[in-house]
């Protein structure tokens, strides 16, 4: 809980490959809370009031995994959201032709872009969504100490480099929407 607060604060792009590593840990452990807290949270020596909300919202993320049906795949609608909202950023920054920097780093990652949506069949799976895929699988070989080719790594960092700003800008818009609302 602490730590997708924490990036879905700072780092939008690395929230979501955190939740999707949150749904499979939770799928890992067979939805159970016991094998929750023994490996994950009941490790963190915090005070017991966080540890029980930590473990509530850990409860929660199991019950809208469960409501959502995807015990054995998929991710949480909250998360789907997210990328949407980039998906969305993303197409309006492509479509802004002062975004030079974005632009330059959109042509870079194109073409793996293209080549990992055929690998998926994935037709209709956003950008986005596809880099996040590419990104998630890298750190699942590389969690799993499996090789990853050189081309795999130049590919994945087109990706990483493109989400970087993507998710730089998103929290520039966050920012900006907040001192609007504050104001």
Not at 7 to 19: D, F, H, L, S
Not at 94 to 120: R, T, V, W
Not at 141 to 170: H, N, P, Q
């Given at each position: 809980?602490?730590?997708?607060?924490?990036?879905?604060?700072?780092?939008?792009?690395?929230?979501?490959?955190?939740?999707?590593?949150?749904?499979?840990?939770?799928r890992?452990?067979?939805?159970?809370?016991?094998?929750?807290?023994?490996?994950?949270?009941?490790?963190?020596?915090?005070?017991?009031?966080?540890?029980?909300?930590?473990?509530?919202?850990?409860?929660?993320?199991?019950?809208?995994?469960?409501?959502?049906?995807?015990?054995?795949?998929?991710?949480?609608?909250?998360?789907?959201?997210?990328?949407?909202?980039?998906?969305?950023?993303?197409?309006?920054?492509?479509?802004?032709?002062?975004?030079?920097?974005?632009?330059?780093?959109?042509?870079?990652?194109?073409?793996?872009?293209?080549?990992?949506?055929?690998?998926?069949?994935?037709?209709?799976?956003?950008?986005?969504?596809?880099?996040?895929?590419?990104?998630?699988?890298?750190?699942?070989?590389?969690?799993?100490?499996?090789?990853?080719?050189?081309?795999?790594?130049?590919?994945?960092?087109?990706?990483?480099?493109?989400?970087?700003?993507?998710?730089k800008?998103?929290h520039?818009?966050?920012?900006?929407?907040?001192?609007?609302?504050?104001?």
């Amino acid at each position: 809980m602490l730590v997708a607060k924490d990036k879905k604060r700072t780092n939008i792009a690395e929230y979501v490959i955190y939740m999707w590593q949150l749904e499979d840990l939770v799928r890992a452990l067979k939805f159970d809370i016991n094998l929750l807290e023994q490996h994950v949270f009941g490790l963190f020596s915090e005070s017991d009031e966080l540890k029980l909300e930590i473990k509530n919202w850990y409860l929660d993320i199991i019950q809208m995994m469960q409501i959502e049906k995807i015990e054995n795949s998929g991710h949480l609608q909250v998360t789907e959201n997210v990328i949407l909202d980039l998906e969305g950023l993303h197409r309006s920054i492509i479509n802004d032709d002062s975004q030079k920097k974005y632009a330059e780093l959109y042509h870079k990652a194109g073409l793996n872009i293209f080549e990992l949506s055929k690998k998926l069949k994935s037709e209709s799976e956003s950008e986005i969504q596809i880099m996040f895929h590419g990104l998630y699988a890298l750190l699942l070989m590389r969690m799993k100490k499996r090789e990853v080719t050189d081309e795999t790594v130049a590919a994945m960092s087109t990706f990483s480099d493109l989400l970087a700003l993507l998710a730089k800008k998103y929290h520039e818009r966050e920012k900006k929407e907040r001192t609007q609302w504050d104001g």
